[in-house]
């Protein structure tokens, strides 16, 4: 039996969310925690996408006998119109003073953040994804003189993913082309906070629906 399949063209790139993690005592990662306010800002103009990683192939008895492949971080390339300063300080580890004068360059241990993205299909696709370990690699800060045009004057911040549990997951998604796509999810149920397990999905599936920023600035 042939079954063909027409899957949907990609059209855009959604939102892009952010969610602090909560470390340790200690100040390392803490899968269990993550600051109550996730940030959600429509600055994207495009992401690439890079897997870290080798394959290995194992040989026995003169053949082939697996190939192992190890993916040891997800590095992805955001190309934005803006970022919030004060976050991006934050992710750069930079020291914001009391006075108003900021300190930046100096070696700094930089947070981890869950990081969610958002793919958009012709035909009304989504998927949508969360990196719940993530740092801020590096950005670029590059300006240029004003023309008699406007032109836009992105920056690009790199992000990186690491395994955020001991089964070295980096990413969770749901694609609403697949079958298992849960019934009632939502975007902002999705990413109403970092989703790690089957559980959190669940628990959000649950929630009631709210309306976007109804309750900013006392709307």
């Known amino acids: 039996m042939i079954k063909t399949k027409r899957p949907m063209l990609v059209e855009t790139v959604g939102a892009l969310y952010y969610n602090f993690n909560v470390p340790t005592d200690i100040g390392e990662y803490n899968p269990n925690t993550y600051e109550e ?36 971080s997800v ?21 914001v003073g009391k006075t108003g004068l900021n300190r930046s360059g100096r070696t700094a241990t930089r947070p981890f953040f869950a990081f969610g993205k958002v793919k958009k299909m012709l035909g009304g696709g989504v998927e949508y994804a969360w990196y719940p ?29 690491y395994s955020y549990n001991s089964n070295g997951d980096k990413k969770t998604y749901v694609n609403s082309e697949m079958e298992n796509y849960p019934d009632g999810l939502t975007e902002e149920k999705f990413f109403s906070k970092p989703i790690l397990t089957d559980e959190d999905l669940d ?17």
């Open 75 to 95: 590095d992805m390339s955001v190309e934005v119109i803006a970022i919030d300063p004060g976050d991006l300080a934050r992710m750069r580890g930079d020291i």
């Open 203 to 219: 628990n959000a599936c649950k929630e009631t629906e709210t309306v976007e920023d109804e309750n900013i600035e006392g709307a």
């Open 37 to 72: 306010e996730v940030i959600k800002s429509n600055i994207v103009k495009s992401i690439g996408t890079t897997e870290n990683g080798e394959s290995t192939t194992v040989r026995a008895s003169g053949e082939d006998y697996e190939t192992v492949n190890q993916n040891e």
């Open 133 to 161: 370990k993530c740092q801020l690699i590096e950005n670029t800060d590059d300006i240029a003189t004003k023309e008699e045009n406007f032109s836009e004057q992105n920056s690009t911040v790199t992000i990186r993913a």
